[in-house]
T-cell receptor
Framework: AQSVTQPDIHITVSEGASLELRCNYSYGATPYLFWYVQSPGQGLQLLLKYFSGDTLVQGIKGFEAEFKRSQSSFNLRKPSVHWSDAAEYFCAVGAPPMFSGGYNKLIFGAGTRLAVHP | DGGITQSPKYLFRKEGQNVTLSCEQNLNHDAMYWYRQDPGQGLRLIYYSQIVNDFQKGDIAEGYSVSREKKESFPLTVTSAQKNPTAFYLC??????????FGNGTRLTVT
């Protein structure tokens, strides 16, 4: 079955500390992978995506993620966390769209809520 | 600026009533999606549409209905058959391989 697992429900880090959010997926083929961030009561904003090529991808707000095929993982990292990074983070996986009609059944993990201590 | 508009932001209904959530996009995207978000469960796909006048059920379509009469619009009706309708509903759109672009959501409370 296709699934996305984010093992950490809550993570708390100190401002300035490094961050790694874990994402493991189960998928039948090479997936397209995404990380999104959500502030309370808001929609989701794309942080970064991986389709193919270089397995280390850079995103917005200083985030990066590394695709490891052998571990079925796509972990999100940031070298130094800012208080404004406190939010909920979602990993998602889907099949490449066949045509312009977009994705079908993009699967999301349950999310990791990040708290940042001053 | 292009984007997705979901209205209203907060919606309150009595049990037994149908309610329709609005989603409009001016991004010229072909595909549109409805997700439901509950605490601790992430996002679950309700319905999606890849082209006008066509839509597909997602993982939790029971108790919901949609229409796609125009490319820009994808309204979601939460019917009285939906057992636990209180949730945060997110609409999204996409085109080709571009990632999903989300609206700001509608929080529905049914009492």
């Amino acid at each position: 079955a296709q699934s996305v697992t984010q093992p950490d429900i809550h993570i708390t880090v100190s401002e300035g500390a490094s961050l790694e959010l874990r994402c493991n997926y189960s998928y039948g083929a090479t997936p397209y992978l995404f990380w999104y961030v959500q502030s309370p009561g808001q929609g989701l904003q794309l942080l970064l995506k991986y389709f193919s090529g270089d397995t280390l991808v850079q995103g917005i707000k200083g985030f990066e993620a590394e695709f490891k095929r052998s571990q079925s993982s796509f972990n999100l990292r940031k070298p130094s966390v800012h208080w404004s990074d406190a939010a909920e983070y979602f990993c998602a996986v889907g099949a490449p769209p066949m045509f312009s009609g977009g994705y079908n059944k993009l699967i999301f993990g349950a999310g990791t809520r990040l708290a940042v201590h001053p | 600026d292009g984007g997705i508009t979901q209205s209203p932001k907060y919606l309150f209904r009595k049990e037994g009533q149908n309610v329709t959530l609005s989603c409009e996009q001016n991004l010229n995207h072909d595909a549109m999606y409805w997700y439901r978000q509950d605490p601790g469960q992430g996002l679950r796909l309700i319905y999606y549409s890849q082209i006008v006048n066509d839509f597909q059920k997602g993982d939790i379509a029971e108790g919901y209905s949609v229409s796609r009469e125009k490319k820009e619009s994808f309204p979601l009706t939460v019917t009285s058959a939906q057992k636990n309708p209180t949730a945060f509903y997110l609409c999204a759109s996409s085109i080709g391989q571009k990632p999903l672009h989300f609206g700001n959501g509608t929080r529905l409370t049914v009492t």
